[in-house]
Nanobody, 126 residues
């Protein structure tokens, strides 16, 4: 089993920054992938960013490219999401997710991920 705990959410003004953390406990899979998704009221959960645990591959949603950066610290078993130039439309609950190793993972699909955190709220005021 794997447990994921997010932290770092909060209230920020438009144009500001936040850094989310996701700490992994239990089994870890160096060949697996980690991701951030978000969900706002009345909308489906959407892909934000993903990283292969090796750090070799990253993926971003078009809506956050150039503003968000995903990274990981293997020694700390932690994945980060640095969010800059935040907009009100970034407001959502942000979820950390972990996927078991796959030959050709679809980074963008929720179906790829086997473990989920409980989420952390990010609110961007205008």
């Amino acid at each position: 089993q794997m447990q994921l705990v997010e932290s770092g959410g909060g209230l920020v003004q438009a144009g500001g920054s936040l850094k989310l953390s996701c700490t992994v406990s239990g089994r870890t899979f160096p060949a697996g992938i980690m991701a951030w998704f978000r969900q706002s009221p009345g909308k489906e959960r959407e892909f934000v960013a993903a990283i292969h645990w090796s750090g070799s591959t990253t993926r971003y949603a078009d809506s956050v490219k150039g503003r968000y950066t995903i990274s990981r610290d293997s020694a700390k078993k932690t994945v980060y999401l640095q969010m800059n130039s935040l907009k009100p439309e970034d407001t959502a609950v942000y979820y950390c997710a972990a996927g078991l190793p796959r030959l050709t993972p679809n980074y963008y699909s929720t179906n790829t991920y086997d473990y989920w955190g409980r989420g952390t709220q990010v609110t961007v005021s205008s």
